[in-house]
Structure formats: C-alpha cells, structure tokens
C-alpha cells in the first residue's frame, strides 16, 4: 500500500528519479523454465542415450591422476578408454553443489544459480576486434580486454563478464593468461570467468587472486573468478592439460565450469538430440572427476553444442537451431537440477546490424526463458566467435534486458488484475488510462525501456536529426571509456601485483599514475 500513496505530482517525480533497485523491472537471477523444447519422454530418451555413452563409450585420452581417481570411486578403463557405470555417475550427481553462488568482488553482483534463474554472460577467445566505426577488424589487445570489462561493469543486464578476446599483443603464454585474469577483474567488480593453457599459469593467477581478496582464506570464502575448462575435445577425449587445471581449481577453491562445445556434424552428431546427448555425456564425465577428487566442489555443467553450416561446415551460432540446442540442454539440467550454463548470442553477422540483433534476440530469449542458470557469449561477438565489439555490449545489454523481460512473465493478482481501475475508467468516463494512479505507479516497475532502441515518431525522429542508434552505441563507448576507470582494485594493491607479475596496461591506461 505504501507504493500507492501520495498525489500524481509525486510519482511524476518519482518516475523521473532514478528507480530503487526493488523496483526495477527486471533482475539477475528470473525464474525460467516457461519455453520446453523437449517433451517428457524425449527427456528420459536423452538421459538414457546419455547413460550408455558414459558406459558403452566413455573417454579417450584421461591422464594418471583422472583415471586413478576415478577408478577408485568405481569407474573402469579398458581398451584405453576410462568408463563410467551409471552408479558412478548418479553417485557423483548426487553429492554435487546445487544451490550454487557465483561471488562479485562487490556482493552486490553474486549471482545465485539455483533452479532455473537466469543470468547473462560474456564470452569468447575473439582474435579480432570488430570496429564499426571505421568498418575494420583488427587484432585483440589487452587494453581491449580491459576496455570490455568496464563497459560490461556499467551494464545492468549483463550480469557476469567472463574474457571476450584473447591479448594479441603479448606473445608469452604466461603473461598472456596473467594478464587476461588481471585486465578482468580488474575492469569490473562483477563475477569473471577466465580460462588458463597450463597448470603452472593458474598456480600463478590463484596467487595473484589471493592478494586482490585479501588472502587465501578470503578468497575461498569468496571466490570471484570461475576457470571456463573445456576439458574435453569432443567427441569423448580428455584434454591433458585442462584434466590438469580443472583439478588445481578445485584444490584451489575456484568454480569450474566444464564446457562441451562439441559442432554439430563435425563433432557432435548432425541431429539435435544426439548432441545433446553427447554434450550433457561429456559434461557429466568431467563432474564425475570433480566429485571424486573434491565431493561437491562447485561446477558448472557447461553444455555447450554449437551448430554448424552443413552447406559449408562452417560454425553457424546465430541459427535457430542454436537456440534449440541450448534450450533443450537447459531443460536437462533442469531434470537433473545442476547449475547450467549455455552459449547463446554469437551472431554470425560481422557488425551490429539487422542481422546481428536478429540473431542475438532470439537466440538468447529462447535460452533464457528455458531457464539457462548463465548464458555465456550472449553479448559482444560476432562472425561466430571471431569478433568481439566493444559498441555491441551496450546495444545487446538492451536486448539482454528485453529477453529478461519476457523471462520474468506476467505478475497476476488482485491490483494487477486491474478491475477497479477498469471500472472506475470506465464507470467515470475517463475514456482511458493515461492519467490513473496505477498506470504511473507501474510504468516503471512492470515495463522496460531501452537505452538506445528507438521509439520516436517518424517527425520526432527528424526533429533529432534522425539519430542513429549505432553511432549512439559508439558515443558512449567513447564516453565510458575516457570518464570510466573502476577503482575497486586499491593502488597499494595494484602495485603489489606489479610487484611480482608481469602486467602489461600500463598503469596510465586505469586512470593511476605511473
């Protein structure tokens, strides 16, 4: 009732203040679940394919450690091939971590990942930067990296920023990884996902982390950066050396998330169901690992499918069925009840165009309104991983918020059902709904408005000068980026870091002094 009181003046003017966060119309974390791209029965179908593979097929390629491990929990390795028995799986499925949080430096941005909540990410190893406003791709630096993050750490609707390009400008391995993990976080104090090439770089970065969060014992009790592990090269062969930093993560504390990115008829199988299969299969062998090395240990199931162009065989994630794919694995996890994560967003286009925000707005809105706990590339990519564009976060973080809005559906009750307000329009001969009490009360609170969409008439739009909605997005990239520098991370600690790590940003390029 206390939202209801007060004169129209006074809401007038509470509209144009800026919104509590209670009262904003859509949040991280909405409940999902409404889209079902799968029927009852092609859900225990797939589960039962699932089963079979893990123990009729099973993995190439498992190091020492991982078949030890999991042999001694009741796996069996045979023909060179570490098998799974149902048993096994269902064990490890058993003692994993459920009601998962992914911590922000800021505990303003945890995200919490039970159920169907939704959350959206970046992601990507983009090579190239795509940049509209000279019409060019160019390589990816650091400063780019860091430049992303901070866009990212001003948009509401992208809830999590995990690395969107890899450092073209440093050449060694090592600085490489160091760097992607330092430029993240610090550019934003949102959760980050970042990924390592050997064991001895994340040895190196959790020691680096473990300075930003005050020591060891406060970064396990918080850990804000989640390793992406493709530990698998699909189809059903471990990868050594990710085998190898997916265990350091977990003795470290940090979140893995284990991706299957397997490609439809090249990888995976060309139908829909059977890669699935296979994705939720590969999946659920590195769990099965994690548990057995630290039982419930926090995981992300990270099924990943992507599609492909079977006319050519190139990479296609801006196509229907991407969305198909990525649905159905969400309602998988669903039936299992482990976090999820998916990919959804990488638009096959090259620049934010018709195209792009096509593919990017139905690929995400199925997605999230099937319940994905994070759906990763979901802004910024383009050329089907290629590219990332700096300009498109902005863009995309509007779509990111409308595909949120469908997500969080309808609120039905008594006051939102509105029938004194009906009868009082139309019993006083009001003739409509403009002015009433409720219509401002929820213009804010039930509808969503995009900042950079356009929505005037034909003769506002010239009035304006006929804005254009990119050169907007490229504006404020440009504003952000010469006014924004987070400052999250102290200088006592920046130095410290400095100190000990090779960082490449020059201090001059966060806004410090040298």
């Known amino acids: 009732m206390g939202r209801r009181s007060g004169g129209r003046q006074a809401k007038i003017a509470l509209r144009k203040a800026a919104l509590a966060e209670e009262l904003k119309p859509v949040h991280a974390g909405e409940t999902g679940g409404h889209y079902r791209p799968l029927k009852d029965v092609d859900i225990e179908a797939i589960n039962e394919t699932i089963f079979k593979i893990l123990e009729q097929v099973g993995f190439a390629q498992a190091t020492p450690h991982c078949i030890e491990t999991c042999t001694a929990i009741g796996a069996t390795y045979e023909d060179e091939r570490l098998k799974f028995p149902r048993q096994v799986v269902e064990e490890a499925m058993e003692k994993s971590c459920r009601d998962l949080v992914l911590h922000g430096q800021d505990p303003k941005h945890d995200l919490d990942l039970s159920g169907q909540r939704v959350h959206f990410s970046t992601a990507g190893a983009a090579v190239l930067i795509a940049d509209p406003e000279n019409n060019e791709y160019r390589e990816s630096t650091a400063q780019d ?134 994705a939720w299969a590969e999946c659920l062998g590195g769990l099965v690992y994690i548990n057995a090395i630290k039982p419930g240990a ?50 096959d286009s090259k620049f934010p165009d018709f195209q792009g925000g096509a593919e990017r707005a139905y690929t995400t809105a199925c997605a999230a309104i099937s319940g994905a706990n994070i759906i990763y590339e979901s802004a910024g990519m383009y050329a089907s991983l290629l590219g990332a564009c700096p300009e498109s976060l902005l863009l995309d973080n509007d779509i990111l918020g409308a595909a949120m809005r469908i997500t969080r559906g309808i609120e039905v009750n008594e006051y939102t059902l509105s ?29 969503i408005y995009p900042e950079f969409s356009n929505r005037l008439s034909p003769n506002e739009w010239a009035e304006q000068n006929k804005p254009v909605i990119l050169e907007k997005a490229i504006a404020r990239k440009k504003e952000i980026l010469s006014t924004y520098h987070p400052t999250h991370i102290s200088d006592e600690i920046d130095l410290k870091i400095r100190e000990q790590f090779p960082i490449f940003l020059p201090r001059e390029a966060y806004g410090r002094s040298s």
């Not at 969305?323 to 967003?345: D, E, K, R, V, W």
């Not at 029938?419 to 609170?445: A, I, P, R, S, W």
């Open 145 to 278: 990296l860091y430049d992303m993050a901070r866009i990212t750490d001003l948009c509401e609707h992208i809830h999590m920023f995990q690395r969107t390009c890899v450092l073209r400008d440093v050449t060694d391995n090592y600085a490489m990884d160091i760097n992607t993990t330092y430029n993240s976080v610090l550019g934003t104090s949102k959760h980050v996902g970042a990924s390592w090439t050997e064991v001895h770089h994340l040895e190196d970065s959790l020691k680096m982390l473990h300075i930003i969060a005050g020591g060891e014992d406060k970064w396990r009790e918080r850990p804000f950066v989640s390793i992406s592990c493709c530990h698998v090269v699909p189809p059903m062969k471990f990868t050594e050396e990710a085998l190898g930093c997916m265990k350091t993560a977990v003795e470290g504390g940090m979140p893995v998330l284990l991706v299957s990115a397997g490609q439809s008829g090249a990888t995976s199988p060309a139908c829909l169901a059977g890669a699935v299969a296979q």
């Open 298 to 347: 926090p995981a992300i199931l990270g099924t990943w499918p992507l599609v492909s162009d079977l006319r050519t065989g190139a990479m296609s994630g801006g196509s229907p069925e991407q969305a198909i794919l990525s649905s159905a694995c969400a309602q998988m996890g669903h039936f299992y009840n482990l976090p999820t994560g998916t990919a959804c967003g990488m638009t």
């Open 419 to 447: 029938f004194e307000v009906l009868k009082d329009v139309c019993l006083g001969n009001k003739g409509h709904y403009l002015g009433t009490e409720q219509t401002l009360e929820v213009m804010q609170t039930e509808y």
